[in-house]
C-alpha cells in the first residue's frame, strides 16, 4: 500500500466544470506538495501546504492534518488543466518526498 | 532565470553501454535528487545529495551511480548493470529547510534498444 494516496486515477471532466481530486496520507508530514506534470513530462510545483488553503489563479488546495487528507479542487477547468496531477509529501528529519502514482486529467472542450 | 535544467530531453543507447545524464541547477540549493518515473507508478528516489562531495542510495539505486563535485551539478550514470534502464528519469533541487520546496526538471526520457 502506498504511503500516499490519491482518487481518482482518472478523470475526464467538461470545460467549466469543477474538478477535486484527493490524496490521503498515512502518517504524520513536514509538509504536502501538489505537482503538475504535462505530457512533455516536466513537473511544476503549484502549491506546498502545511495547513490550511491556498488560493492561486483558478487552484485550490486544502489540508486537513487531523484527517491527514488534503484536496486539490480546479474551478471553471480548461483543456489547458488537461495534465497529471501529483501530491507528495514530506517528512521532518529526511530529504524523502512520498509520491502518490498521480491523478490523469483531461478536460474536453 | 533560476531552474534546473537536465539534458537531453530524449536519449537512445544501446544495451550495455554506460549513459550520463545531466542536471545543473543555478538556485544554489544544498539538496538535489535523481528520480524514475515508470508508467502507472509513482516517481521512485533513485540518488540524492545533501551537500557536495556527499551523496545517498535511495529507494532503487542499484544499476545506478551519481557523483556530485560541485553544488550546481548532479549527474546521473545508468549503468550497464540496470536491468531495465528505459524509464522516464527526473531530477530535483530544494532547500534544506523544514519543508523542502522541490523544484523539478523537464525530465530526460532514456530508451535502451
Known amino acids: 500500500k502506498n504511503e500516499v494516496e490519491q482518487s481518482p486515477q482518472n478523470l475526464t471532466a467538461q470545460e467549466g466544470e469543477f474538478i477535486t481530486i484527493n490524496c490521503s496520507y498515512s502518517?504524520?508530514?513536514?509538509?504536502l506538495h501538489w505537482l503538475q506534470q504535462h505530457p512533455g513530462g516536466g513537473i511544476v510545483s503549484l502549491f506546498m501546504l502545511s495547513s490550511g488553503k491556498k488560493k492561486h489563479g483558478r487552484l485550490i488546495a486544502t489540508i486537513n492534518i487531523q484527517e491527514k487528507h488534503s484536496s486539490l479542487h480546479i474551478t471553471a477547468s480548461h483543456p489547458r488543466d488537461s495534465a497529471v496531477y501529483i501530491c507528495?509529501?514530506?517528512?521532518?528529519?529526511?530529504?524523502?518526498?512520498?509520491f502518490g502514482t498521480g491523478t490523469r486529467l483531461k478536460v474536453l472542450a | 532565470d533560476g531552474g534546473i535544467t537536465q539534458s537531453p530531453k530524449y536519449l537512445f543507447r544501446k544495451e550495455g553501454q554506460n549513459v550520463t545524464l545531466s542536471c545543473e541547477q543555478n538556485l544554489n540549493h544544498d539538496a538535489m535528487y535523481w528520480y524514475r518515473q515508470d508508467p502507472g507508478q509513482g516517481l521512485r528516489l533513485i540518488y540524492y545529495?545533501?551537500?557536495?562531495?556527499?551523496?545517498q542510495k535511495g529507494d532503487i539505486a542499484e544499476g545506478y551511480s551519481v557523483s556530485r563535485e560541485k553544488k550546481e551539478s548532479f549527474p546521473l550514470t545508468v549503468t550497464s548493470a540496470q536491468k531495465n534502464p528505459t524509464a522516464f528519469y527526473l531530477c530535483?533541487?530544494?532547500?534544506?529547510?523544514?519543508?523542502?520546496?522541490?523544484?523539478f526538471g523537464q525530465g530526460t526520457r532514456l530508451t535502451v534498444v
Open positions: 507528495a509529501v514530506t517528512y521532518s528529519g529526511t530529504y524523502k518526498y512520498i
Open positions: 502518517v504524520g508530514i513536514s509538509a
Open positions: 545529495s545533501q551537500i557536495v562531495n556527499d551523496f
Open positions: 530535483a533541487s530544494s532547500t534544506s529547510d523544514r519543508v523542502r520546496e522541490a523544484f
